[in-house]
């Protein structure tokens, strides 16, 4: 097919994000007050279930991000600094629009989830068992082990929540500034392709079945105290 004809066919709306980077995303976004508002007001029980869902989806998002589709990979968007300069760069020009996450993007994301990631794995941990509750696992690595869970513990949720407002910043940053919604596409997973190149490359659903039931798996293992391995 010649470049005219490819272009004359090209659809409006692109694929950009997969339904599992959305449930992803959203499941992050319901489950950080959920998560917050039990430990608040003491409902450890709701605050531990809550905690083992995020943790699974932490897991199957890291999975995910190695066989997922195209735009949810981490080397689709894991760039240097070199890359995540020069696009800063061009910022100031309305910024170069990419299929998926630009290089700055890309790094708020491992971000975003690597302190998730540790947010749950020292929840596991935390907690005094002479007072309040404790998480599944907080005996098994000694007192000291899981007083360090427990100081990380609640210094990482202001972490996250740092970083979740310089997230929104940068979100209203590009749909005020640069006249980008970033938002309707993370809900739809399409958006107008506009003067992005290419397509998402989708891979098949039964990848994202296996991902789950790791991700979950190994979840629901940690919150039954990882018998096998403690
Ligand atoms: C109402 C609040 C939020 C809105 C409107 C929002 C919106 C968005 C949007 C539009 C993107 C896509 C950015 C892009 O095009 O590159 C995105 C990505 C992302 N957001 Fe949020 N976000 C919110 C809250 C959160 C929270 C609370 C977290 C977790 C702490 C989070 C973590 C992420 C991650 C990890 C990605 C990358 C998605 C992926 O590739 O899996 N977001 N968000």
Redesign the pocket.
């Known amino acids: 097919m010649s470049e005219e004809s490819t272009q004359a066919s090209s659809p409006v709306q692109v694929r950009i994000w997969d339904l599992p980077?959305r449930i992803?995303?959203w499941g992050?976004?319901l489950l950080?007050p959920v998560l917050w508002w039990t430990a608040e007001n003491s409902e450890m029980r709701w605050h531990m279930r809550a905690g083992t869902l995020l943790l699974a989806l932490v897991l199957f998002?890291i999975l995910w991000g190695f066989v997922g589709s195209s735009t949810?990979r981490f080397s689709g968007f894991v760039r240097g600094p070199l890359a995540v300069i020069a696009y800063l760069r061009t910022i100031g020009k309305g910024g170069d629009k990419t299929l998926g996450?630009n290089p700055a993007?890309g790094w708020s994301?491992m971000v975003?989830?690597l302190l998730?990631a540790a947010q749950t794995f020292s929840g596991l941990f935390a907690g005094d068992p002479f007072d309040g509750a404790t998480g599944p696992l907080n005996e098994e690595l000694g007192i000291g082990f899981s007083a360090d869970m427990t100081d990380w513990h609640e210094f990482a949720f202001n972490l996250?929540l740092g970083f979740?407002a310089l997230?929104?910043a940068a979100?209203t940053f590009y749909r005020l500034v640069l006249k980008d919604r970033?938002?309707t596409?993370?809900i739809t997973g399409t958006r107008e392709r506009g003067e992005i190149a290419g397509e998402m490359a989708p891979v098949p659903a039964w990848r994202a079945l296996v991902c789950a039931v790791l991700a979950g798996g190994v979840a629901l293992w940690a919150y039954y105290g990882a018998p096998g391995l403690f």
């Open positions: 980077v992803c995303h992050f976004v950080l998002r949810a996450h993007g994301v975003l989830l998730m996250i979740v997230h929104l979100i970033l938002i596409p993370m």
